[in-house]
């Protein structure tokens, strides 16, 4: 059985382009969880099923459904950050980028910055604010999604350095080098 030394090693080999130590299934995100004890466990219950209702909603097409089961999940615990990410994943979805923004800014706030939605938010706001060409914001956000453990923003952060994008094309012209040395001609 593989070491994770050994699965980063292989994964520096086969995958250059990626960052050191980044291993699949080895993703710290996984084990965030959102702190739920502030809230009625009754309500906490009846508002991740909404979420869920949401959530398949919104991924069958239906938006607007989507969307009135996370306005309802707010309206139950508006202080509970979840449903605001879900619901800016649904404004996004309907082209609503500035309301996604306003969620996702709400979530992170609620969230204190720590936790599975705080991650997930950054992720989200991050993407957007790459997409709208604001770079540093991105880079910000990926940074501080990465330091909660997301691998994905820690990837995007990497390709938002300068400095690091060119240390990784470097990296990846020297492996490249070596699988495929150049055979120098006999005369």
């Known amino acids: 059985m593989a070491t994770a030394h050994d699965k980063a090693v292989l994964q520096a080999i086969f995958n250059p382009n990626t960052p050191f130590g980044d291993v699949p299934h080895l993703n710290q995100e996984e084990d965030l969880a959102d702190d739920d004890s502030l809230f009625d466990p009754s309500l906490v219950i009846q508002v991740k099923q909404l979420e869920l209702q949401g959530v398949s909603a919104a991924e069958s097409g239906d938006n607007r459904t989507a969307l009135q089961c996370f306005d309802k999940a707010i309206q139950l615990l508006p202080g509970r950050p979840s449903a605001y990410n879900n619901r800016a994943q649904t404004r996004r979805l309907q082209g609503d980028t500035a309301g996604a923004i306003l969620d996702l800014e709400r979530a992170i706030a609620l969230s204190g910055g720590t936790g599975r ?12 604010f790459r997409l709208g060409n604001q770079k540093e914001e991105a880079r910000q956000d990926f940074t501080q999604a990465a330091a909660l453990g997301s691998k994905f923003a820690q990837q995007q952060a990497v390709l938002l350095n300068p400095y690091a994008a060119l240390c990784n094309r470097m990296l990846s012209e020297v492996i490249n080098k070596l699988r495929n040395p150049d055979v120098p001609e006999m005369q």
């Open 117 to 128: 939605t705080a991650c997930q938010a950054l992720v989200q706001r991050g993407l957007l």
